[in-house]
């Protein structure tokens, strides 16, 4: 009882001597003390907090210069590509690249042409791309896709949705409300490939797809979905326990919201980079996203302190 009651005495003490951080100065001497002092990584922490908003998330990844660099990815991006090469309809490189694409999302394994056909058939009459992203499409479904690319010029691809169970279905819906879409496969919903519209569609108005990911960008999803699905992950966000589904709603969060930003560490050698990467483990980087999501909605810097041990005792009395 006794300890409780001095540590909300401590509590509210220190309240009173914080001093909320709202600057990009101020972000960034927190983000400088979180890279162990270095202040260009804070300084670069700063900038990406100023570009992608207290919603976004922030990466670590390896570079391939010498100098650090901040890359801002404003759209929807996941870490799935395209399922065959045969796809690639662009001369710049190994990629997929679309204009005003219509977006079929899918659930479930798509194995049947059958199902397709429908769907095609609506988005040639439009004259548009189509891009299945699904479970996974294989068999007679990606053989008769590939084939009438090859031969015909189809302008289609297919993509594997990203993420496993309950995260899969959970990102396919974010997608369908960032572009204007439904899903199929929904089982609350019943709705059949087989009976498509063109109102089912996503919509967006390019896309770029890789053999490692997919970029959506200029999605057609109403303003206002989108901010109820925003306001909904944030409360998921606020209820959860867990740490693992935490990072996993914020990082739907800031695809949603912000956007993405990452760090990318340079350096002249394999040892430099990990040395600099070693100030930024899996665990400070989960915490330094933490501490910075919460400075940017006012969470202060705790100034603690006396100007002599009276002083101090009398703050623990």
Known sequence: MGVSRAVSAVIESLKQ????????????????????????IGDLISSAMKRVGKNGVITVKDGKTLKDELEIIEGMKFDRGYISPYFINSSKGQRVEFENACLLLCEKKISSIQQLVPALELANTQRRPLVIIAEDVDGEALTTLVLNR?????QVVAVKAPGFGDNRKNQLHDMA?????VVFGDESIELKLED??????????????TKDDTLLIKGKGSEADIQRRIEQIQEEIE????????????????KL???????????????????KKDTKSEYEKEKLQERLAKLADGVAILKVGGSSDVEVNEKKD
């Not at 209820?239 to 800031?254: G, H, P, V, W």
């Open 257 to 275: 919201a912000d956007g993405v930003a990452i760090l990318k560490v340079g350096g002249s050698s394999d040892v430099e980079v990990n040395e």
């Open 17 to 40: 001597l914080s001093k909320p951080v709202t600057t990009p100065e101020e972000i960034a001497q927190v983000a400088t003390i979180s890279a162990n002092g270095d202040k260009e």
């Open 196 to 209: 498509v519209k063109m109102s089912d569609f996503g919509e967006v108005g390019e896309i770029t797809i």
């Open 177 to 181: 409300i960032a572009t204007g879409g």
């Open 150 to 154: 090859l031969k015909v010029g189809l």
């Open 239 to 254: 209820d959860t326990k867990s740490e693992y589904e935490k990072e996993k709603l914020q990082e739907r969060l800031a």
